[in-house]
């Protein structure tokens, strides 16, 4: 069994910028793909980014070019650098651990608790 952890959410100024934390119990976590997704009020959870093993990254067409996800394999620890920040990044952050290689998209074995991420203009 796996636990996540996020940290890091809060509320901040449109431009601005704030990095997540998510911390992981368990010895595997250098051989996990790690996600993270967010869901606003009234939405669907959706994807923002991932990272494999391998180090290979991905992000949703949205955050591409603001957002930075990476990990810490010593530290079991997972991280999402969000800059120029937007009020429609206002959500509920979560991070995933994903034990095989599946879908970045879906198929996580574990989930966060979540982190509040709100934006004001």
């Known amino acids: 069994q796996v636990q996540l952890v996020e940290s890091g959410g809060g509320l901040v100024q449109a431009g601005g910028s704030l990095r997540l934390s998510c911390a992981a119990s368990g010895r595997t976590f250098a051989t996990y793909t790690m996600g993270w997704f967010r869901q606003a009020p009234g939405k669907e959870r959706e994807f923002v980014a991932a990272i494999r093993w391998s180090g290979t990254i991905y992000y949703a067409d949205s955050v591409k070019g603001r957002f930075t996800i990476s990990r810490d394999n010593a530290k079991n620890t997972v991280y999402l650098q969000m800059n120029t920040l937007k009020p429609e990044d206002t959500a509920v952050y979560y991070c995933?651990?994903?034990?095989?290689?599946?879908?970045?998209?879906?198929?996580?074995?574990?989930w966060g608790q979540g982190t509040q991420v709100t934006v004001s203009s």
């Open positions: 995933a651990a994903q034990r095989g290689g599946g879908s970045i998209y879906s198929t996580y074995d574990y």
